[in-house]
């Protein structure tokens, strides 16, 4: 049995940057309220708002504990009757502050300027668009950012509670009908699972449009190996009057599970009310997350929808907000519209070289009927369904001291490659079990990634962006994770090699971080490493290529975060392939019928 979690230590803080001076958008704390007249425009390059809109801004929101946070407000300037209203939950700033714009990525992801009000919240829902649907959007700052009082928190039980009381303030509003939704993208989605799990009474139905709910295990710590430099990104981004939880810090000081790092696993199982859920492939954040959040939901009203593209683009689609409203309409309107007739699951299939099929229906994820194709790992490079006759022996080795600069291809990666013989799917979440051993460390962080080639073994990249959205021609898209899938990938730290048979699943080998157990210099381990759902479509002649090295091997989120991941436990890392040492490849497949209607979709 694993020793117990430790207790939950006290949170380290750090300081943020104050309105006035970090963010020229700032517009000042007072609490007013005025009418935007249909047709206004922020701006000469914005969208108008279709109907006459209040916006009552930095309106305050009482705690529990007598804290006030703010929010920016906006609803129907003419409605009769009361309206739902749409939550937006974030540290970014209300209504166009802060520093995080579509435009840190190039070409904005494909998202005209002229396409948003201007008075969206980062990664939430336009309120222009979504008065004029009925509804009133609520853009809150949590307790600490800009000017709500306390210190800002990083998700847990605490920011649940929080957005637990202004749900239910809100619905007190004589303006709105007593029901409230919960909308948004990335940290938007991870806040909407711990508010849910705390069950406050208005929230009528929730749509986490892609977000991790385990800050440890899927983002700050993936596999055991930190992986920091985006949020520290994110973090010297803050701003606020006071301080924030330094969640970077406490990594450094308790690097195992703790009761801190568990109270930051929401607990999505205790989610009771229907559930939207976004997923893709295209993010090296969110994509473990949303189908964890699928599949613990414990009741049938949830469906999830995993599309082609990349979040940002995919939520200000016309074809998004349609649908959206659907599910809205239905849990915070009442409106019998059919909704419950949506497919419960929708996949999209990438095929890199062309078009990607989408919104291929399923009843369950993981897909009831995959089926899983083992292929051992081969020293002359090759992935093949026959044990391959080699040596017990046979070893293969890479040096794992190469610094990662993110753009598609570093040396010391090896490859081994399959071709598949027909039309095949790849669709779930692969396992890379690998015999390992260093003479060198103590310990080994192995990176593992699947790519996609075509029949001549060209590594081929998936723009996520339709390339007349971005404008600009295949060749000239900038190579980051936003705008560029590589494959999915998987990493562990041999040291935190055990299985927690509690979280693991059938198709997911979860690790037990609770201590760290060294890997003696030589010793052969076994590392199963769990990699990260995809969806891909393959052509007969074409290929399969499993990568492994000692660095992260997915394209930078940001330009500017190239090169910023360190390498640790570094040395020559040898993978053996014969013997009882089998290495192998265990892939997910899946058929899909109908591939000429589904192509049409």
């Known amino acids: 049995m694993p020793p117990p979690i430790g207790p939950s230590p006290t949170p380290l803080k750090r ?37 006459a809109t209040t916006f009552e801004k930095d309106a305050k929101v009482c705690l529990r504990d007598g804290s006030q946070v703010r929010a920016d407000i906006f609803r129907p300037a003419c409605s009769v009757e009361p309206v739902p209203a749409l939550i937006a939950w974030s540290p ?7 520093h995080f714009r579509l435009d840190i990525v190039p070409g904005r992801v494909g998202v005209p300027q002229n396409r948003l009000s201007g008075f969206e919240k980062f990664e939430a829902p336009d309120p222009a668009e979504w008065t004029a649907r009925g509804y009133a959007i609520v853009n809150v700052d949590p307790r600490g950012v800009y000017d709500s009082d306390g210190d800002i928190n990083w998700f847990g039980t605490v920011d649940g509670r929080d957005g637990y009381d ?5 619905a007190e509003l004589p303006w709105c009908n007593g029901s409230i939704a919960l909308v948004g993208n990335s940290w938007l989605a991870m806040a909407q699972w711990f508010i849910a799990a705390e069950c406050p009474p208005h929230l009528k139905c929730i749509a986490p449009l892609e977000g991790a709910s385990d800050v440890y295990r899927e983002l700050l710590c993936r596999g055991g190996v930190p992986q920091t430099a985006f949020w520290e990104f994110l973090a010297d981004g803050f701003i606020g009057r006071n301080q924030q939880e330094d969640v970077i810090a406490m990594l450094n000081h308790y690097p195992q599970m703790n009761e801190y790092w568990e109270d930051k696993r929401a607990q999505v199982g205790r989610i009771k009310v229907p559930v939207y859920v976004l997923a893709s492939y295209s993010t090296f954040l969110h994509t473990m997350g949303s189908f964890r959040g699928f599949e613990e939901i414990q009741h049938d009203k949830k469906w999830l929808r995993v599309h082609s593209t990349q979040e940002w683009h995919d939520l200000y689609q016309p074809s998004t907000n349609d649908e959206l409203q659907l599910f809205f309409d239905r849990y915070t309107k009442g409106i019998e519209n059919g909704w419950e007739e949506t497919p419960r699951v929708r996949i999209s299939l990438l095929q890199f070289n062309k078009d990607p099929i989408i919104n291929v229906p399923f009843e369950d994820w993981p897909v009831p009927s995959t089926e899983y194709k083992k292929l051992f790992l081969n020293e002359n490079g090759s992935l093949s369904p026959v044990v391959p006759h080699q040596e017990a022996s046979s070893s293969i080795s890479y040096r794992s001291d190469v610094t990662s600069l993110q753009v598609g291809s570093d040396i010391e990666e090896l490859c081994f490659q399959y071709t598949f013989t027909k039309k095949t799917y790849v669709v779930g979440c692969a396992r890379a079990v690998l015999y390992m051993s260093c003479p060198d460390h103590d310990d080994m962080d192995v990176f593992v990634q699947l790519r996609k080639a075509d029949k001549a073994g060209r590594l081929l990249e998936n723009i996520n962006i339709p390339l007349e959205d971005l404008q600009v021609t295949a060749a000239h898209v900038e190579k980051v994770n936003p705008l560029i899938y590589l494959g999915p990938s998987g990493v562990l730290r041999a040291s935190y090699c055990d299985i927690d048979s509690k979280l693991s699943k059938p198709h997911w ?7 760290r157990t060294p890997v003696p210099r030589g010793k052969i381990v076994k590392m199963d490493i769990g990699i990260w759902q995809t969806g891909i479509a393959f052509d007969a002649g074409e290929k399969i290529f499993l990568k492994v090295s000692g660095h992260n091997m997915t394209l930078a989120e940001f330009p500017q975060l190239r090169g910023a991941l360190p390498t640790y436990n570094v040395g020559r890392h040898h993978i053996h392939l014969g013997g009882a040492n089998q290495s192998h490849l265990l892939l997910p497949l899946v058929d899909v019928p109908n591939e000429v209607n589904i192509s049409c979709v």
């Open 509 to 515: 080998p979860e690790h037990y971080y609770g201590h």
């Open 166 to 170: 202004v749900v239910e303030r809100i």
């Open 92 to 98: 970014y700033g209300k209504s166009g502050r802060g």
């Open 15 to 51: 300081q943020v940057n104050l309105p006035e001076i970090s963010d020229s958008c700032y517009d000042g704390p007072e609490t007013c309220v005025s009418t935007l007249p249909e047709g206004y425009k922020k701006s000469h390059d914005r969208a108008p708002f279709r109907i």
